[in-house]
């Protein structure tokens, strides 16, 4: 497989198990999917094909959702083990993903926090708050990129 580029995609949630490590960090009152970067709400949104932005390069991944009121589908952190909310604007899902795009966990954060990083994780998915129970998301999913932009490393 290549390296992850930075652009954008499309976000596939596939079938698969169950598991229970889902966990809210705080109340996040009503915050998910609201819609507030002036598009609809991502939590009515198909999960069958979702928007996806990917952000491989350390500028996109440092900038990640930092100065944006709202994120319209997804954003895809590789590689990542863990995040922090400090100087965000709203509180955020974020599913921590394996090697091969399994989900490992499922948080909600507030502003303001830090995320524990997972020794498993090699990509961070994030979005509003709320959304990816929504979608179904949760540990023991796979989820798929169609469309992404990769570079080959042989």
């Known amino acids: 497989m290549g390296r992850w580029r930075d652009g954008r995609a499309t976000l596939r949630i596939e079938d698969g198990g169950g598991g229970g490590d889902v966990e809210a960090a705080g109340d996040v009152n009503g915050i998910a999917g609201n819609g507030n970067d002036g598009t609809d709400s991502p939590a009515t949104a198909s999960p069958e094909a979702l928007p996806l932005e990917i952000a491989a390069s350390y500028r996109a991944r440092t900038r990640g959702l930092l100065k944006r009121d709202g994120v319209r589908g997804a954003l895809l952190l590789t590689p990542a ?3 922090h909310t400090f100087r965000m604007r709203f509180a955020i899902d974020v599913a921590y993903l394996d090697r091969r795009m399994n989900v490992i966990a499922v948080r909600t954060m507030k502003p303001g926090r ?3 990083p997972r020794l498993r994780s090699r ?3 994030e979005t509003e708050a709320g959304v990816m129970a929504g979608w179904g998301l949760r540990p023991g999913v796979r989820i798929s990129v169609d469309g992404q932009a990769t570079t080959n490393t042989n």
Do not use: F, I
């Open 114 to 116: 830090l995320g524990l």
């Open 123 to 125: 990509h961070v998915l």
């Open 81 to 83: 083990g863990s995040v």
